[in-house]
């Protein structure tokens, strides 16, 4: 049987240095492709996190689940823009996968965007994961989704698919969709 297990939702503020190195011990462990990145920062592309869903084992403290959350300004073909929650670094440790764990850090990532006022979540994913975002409430957008670094230079994702969620009663933004750092 597995240690118990504990969620908190942690303001970046309720980081300090000791679990933002925990965070970013454990983010290597489990994207070892992205070693450089995590060493010495707990997010891609230039942004970081407005909270993060933080799973632990209630008696070692050992990390066995991440969602980070990190805001940005998606537009549309009209250039209307909305203020969206990034979902990033989903993941859960090699011996807590297929228990639940993951989409229950989804579902309160989810919620606590909500909360925050968030009209929408995205996130970025590879290909065969698509199915396990889709029975969570994801979809794939009928459109492009571009996430740029400015307006000439656009990020070459390694995740290449696109998902959306609607966090509330509006529908997600019809048309090609840019990602932005928030604006």
């Not at 970013?24 to 462990?29: F, G, P, Q, T």
């Not at 592309?45 to 869903?53: K, L, N």
């Not at 400015?150 to 933004?173: T, W």
Request: one cysteine or more.
């Amino acid at each position: 049987m597995l240690p118990a297990v504990e969620i908190d939702v942690l303001n970046e503020s309720a980081i300090d240095e000791k679990l933002d190195a925990q965070l970013r011990d454990y983010l290597v462990e489990i994207f070892p492709n992205w070693e450089s990145i995590f060493r010495t920062r707990r997010a891609w592309h230039d942004a970081s996190p407005v909270f993060t869903v933080l799973a632990r084992e209630k008696e070692s403290g050992k990390i066995v689940g991440h969602v980070a959350v990190v805001e940005r300004t998606i537009t549309n073909a009209w250039n209307w823009r909305y203020r969206v929650a990034s979902v990033q670094g989903v993941s859960v440790a090699p011996e807590r996968r297929k228990t639940g764990l993951a989409p229950q850090l989804l579902e309160i990532a989810v919620d606590e965007s909500r909360r925050r006022g968030y009209k929408y979540a995205i996130l970025f994913c590879r290909e065969p994961l698509v199915p396990f975002y889709q029975r969570n409430g994801w979809r794939l957008p009928e459109d492009s989704m571009i996430m740029w670094r400015d307006k000439e230079l656009p990020i070459h994702m390694q995740s290449n698919c696109p998902m959306y969620r609607a966090l509330g009663v509006d529908p997600f933004p019809e048309g090609p969709i840019d990602v932005h750092n928030p604006f």
